[in-house]
């Protein structure tokens, strides 16, 4: 079955830098593309960009550039997602979401990590 | 970027009644939408993808709606496991962006 598993809870200071994995089991893991989103405590949904494990390619929102960086490793078909320079409002739960249709272009997600809470406090 | 509103942010109804969720695109975006289920503290399930296919698994009776920029998700008969935000989400083109949740509860 479809598994993605995410990396524990991370207390980090604002300033520091945060990479948060999800290891990914029970399909072809290039063939799907990686998205993560993010849900801040009591708020909605929010996209921050994709990666295509088969290409490479990665698409981010317009947000998080310059700050974000999504990459996979195929041979242990694990996604990673680092966030620079976190701030206070950077505090939010972090999912990994694998594309429901394929690794071309960002769709919309069938299977969920089980999110990694990410605080940003000093 | 492609804005999503939903409405109602919330809503309240009885056991058995139709249930319509609506979201708008700021632009047309085809069919490319989704709709998600969250359930209070759990990951968000998708219900429906394409606008209108029901993703496998998902009860008959939920339902979807629409094209270019008018979508409804629909609850024929609420039951009391559907109490969750639903969201929509566009996938037209990068940025994704979700809609802002509506809150469904029973009366």
């Known amino acids: 079955q479809v598994q993605l598993v995410q990396s524990g809870d991370e207390v980090k200071e604002p300033g520091a830098s945060v990479k948060v994995s999800c290891k990914a089991s029970g399909y072809t893991f290039a063939s799907y593309g990686i998205s993560w989103v993010r849900q801040a405590p009591g708020q909605g949904l929010e996209w921050m960009g994709w990666i295509s494990p088969y290409i490479g390619n990665t698409k981010y929102a317009q947000k998080f550039q310059g700050r974000v960086a999504m990459t996979t490793d195929t041979s242990t078909t694990t996604a990673y997602m680092e966030l620079k320079s976190l701030r206070s409002d950077d505090t939010a739960v972090y999912y990994c979401a694998r594309d429901h249709t394929g690794w071309v272009v960002p769709t919309g997600f069938d299977y969920w990590g089980q999110g990694t809470l990410v605080t940003a406090s000093s | 970027d492609i804005q999503m509103t939903q409405s109602p942010s919330s809503l309240s109804a009885s056991v058995g009644d139709r249930v319509t969720i609506t979201c708008r695109a700021s632009q047309g975006i085809s069919h490319y939408l989704t709709w998600y289920q969250q359930k209070p503290g759990k990951v968000p399930k998708l219900l429906i993808y394409?606008?209108?296919t029901l993703q496998s698994g998902v009860p008959s009776r939920f339902s979807g709606s629409g094209s270019g920029t008018d979508f409804t998700l629909t609850i024929s008969s609420l039951q009391p496991d559907d109490v969750a935000t639903y969201y929509c989400?566009?996938?037209?083109?990068?940025?994704?962006?979700f809609g802002g949740g509506t809150t469904v509860e029973i009366k």
């Open positions: 394409a606008a209108s």
């Open positions: 989400q566009h996938y037209d083109s990068a940025p994704l962006t």
